[in-house]
């Protein structure tokens, strides 16, 4: 089940990879004056209307300025709350369960023209992208999982499709020998949400930072309808998320999708230290005491409640909201921004400011230690790998100048780009938690100097 909670959200379509993947990324976008995704959107769009939905006409496939990302994007200015497009639930497609919703698929996709969704099928790009699942499964050196250097589980890059074969899976042990039912399960993958395929929602990006939608269900005529957020002016992105108020780590979306997203970014990983952690979470304090939480369990809630204190987690976690500004084990409450708008520089740095004055000195210390211990167990620097990176895509664009297309070659630059930017939050951990620290430790002696200034003038 845990695979299937991680799989049943919002999806990619349009893009190969995610709106905010580096540039130079192995995933790279076609190129525009023969990309179909762009010159088949308008028929795309006729059949969607005759379906019966709708999208407003101030919305089409394109470019992001100055980029090669393409997608979902305005060409005149849409004002706050304006429906941008009506999904109905008759081209809603499955919404069940993982397992029924996949056999859906499969059984439109091998009616060819004769099913309803073809044009949909037709129009859909997910073979063009790359995913972690489609990784050589070996660990050898040069393997695209050894590039990962071990940061993170074992079953990480391919654990959706091992559940969905597994014995507790959809196929309860057989594996999918048929090039089609990969392609249904891929589509599925890539592009649903927890209601199902969505035609027309699922081509806008994933941005957290930038989130400009929002949906609500639509009793009156059925289905969903999107609606904008804000005020989204002309030759703007329109953006949603594939990761509902922190329950999909930064970890989790490249797992499925192939790509780092850009900032806000959700960092989790564990150790075997992490138990001792989680001890210090048997304890908060309040009025300068420790409380037992198994001899007061009802204290627990309490203290959440007033001070919106419950972890988003049980692993070691910061949410990373630019390449200076961190927020060390942030709280449910703290990841709930995500997802459901925007948030200044400047917001963030304040919501942030009084999340790390409830934090414990404890919990900072080992989440730095934590980190320190990390960064240093691995074999290459932050240093080394930005070298490497720029190596790497620079042999893979000669390759692909003298027409040779090396899977694996792609899939290590794309493990390389993750265990970077993993790296540089690990270290902006340490950085925040330091001063953090150092914070604490000046409270404490302005704190003990003005009590003994106190306690003089008494005497």
């Known amino acids: 089940m845990r695979a299937l909670q991680l799989v049943a959200v919002v999806s990619i379509f349009a893009l190969p990879h995610d709106v ?133 589980p074992d079953d990480f890059t391919h654990r959706h499709i091992d559940w969905f074969e597994g014995d507790w899976g959809c196929l309860g042990g057989k594996e999918m020998i048929s090039v089609f039912d990969f392609q249904a399960f891929k589509i599925y993958l890539t592009r649903s949400m927890n209601l199902g395929l969505m035609p027309m929602y699922d081509l806008m990006n994933h941005h957290n930072g930038k989130i400009n939608t929002y949906i609500e269900r639509d009793a009156k005529r059925g289905g969903v309808s999107v609606l904008s957020l804000v005020d989204i002016p002309a030759g703007f992105p329109i953006y949603n998320t594939y990761s509902w108020s922190g329950t999909k780590s930064t970890n989790d979306l490249f797992g499925q999708y192939g790509f780092v997203e850009d900032y806000p970014q959700l960092w989790q990983w564990n150790d075997s230290e992490l138990e001792r952690y989680r001890a210090y979470h048997r304890y908060v304090t309040t009025d300068n005491n420790d409380v037992n939480l198994d001899e007061n369990p009802n204290h627990l809630g309490k203290w959440n409640n007033k001070l919106n204190f419950e972890h988003n987690s049980p692993f070691y976690e910061v949410l990373v909201i630019s390449p200076t500004v961190a927020a060390l084990l942030p709280t449910k409450h703290l990841t709930g921004v995500l997802g459901n708008g925007q948030l200044s520089l400047e917001g963030w740095r304040s919501v942030i400011d009084n999340h790390h004055a409830t934090l414990r000195s404890s919990h900072v210390d080992a989440l730095c230690d934590n980190a320190m211990r990390t960064l240093n167990s691995l074999p290459t620097t932050i240093e080394q790998d930005e070298k490497i990176i720029r190596h790497e895509k620079l042999r893979l664009k000669r390759l692909k100048e003298f027409g040779i297309e090396d899977a694996n070659a792609a899939d290590v630059v794309m493990a390389i780009e993750f265990r970077l930017a993993f790296k540089k939050a690990l ?33």
């Open 20 to 152: 905010n993947t580096a540039a130079g990324s192995p995933n790279e976008t076609p190129k525009r004056d023969v990309d179909p995704l762009i010159s088949k959107f308008p028929k795309f769009v006729e059949w969607f209307r005759r379906q019966g939905g709708f999208i407003d006409d101030r919305v089409t496939i394109g470019y992001e300025p100055g980029s090669n990302i393409r997608g979902m994007i305005t060409t005149a200015d849409i004002p706050a709350k304006t429906e941008i497009m009506h999904i109905p639930k008759s081209l809603i497609i499955g919404g069940v369960d993982w397992c029924q919703d996949f056999e859906t698929i499969k059984k439109e996709m091998d009616m060819g023209p004769l099913s309803k969704w073809f044009d949909y099928f037709d129009f859909d790009d997910s073979s063009g992208s790359r995913l972690p699942l489609e990784w050589d499964r070996s660990d050898e050196p040069g393997s695209a999982r050894r590039e990962l250097q071990g940061l993170t």
């Open 427 to 459: 270290r902006l951990t340490m950085d925040v938690a330091t001063q953090e620290r150092e914070a604490f430790f000046k409270d404490t002696e302005v704190a003990t100097r003005e009590r003994e200034a106190f306690d003089t003038d008494e005497l």
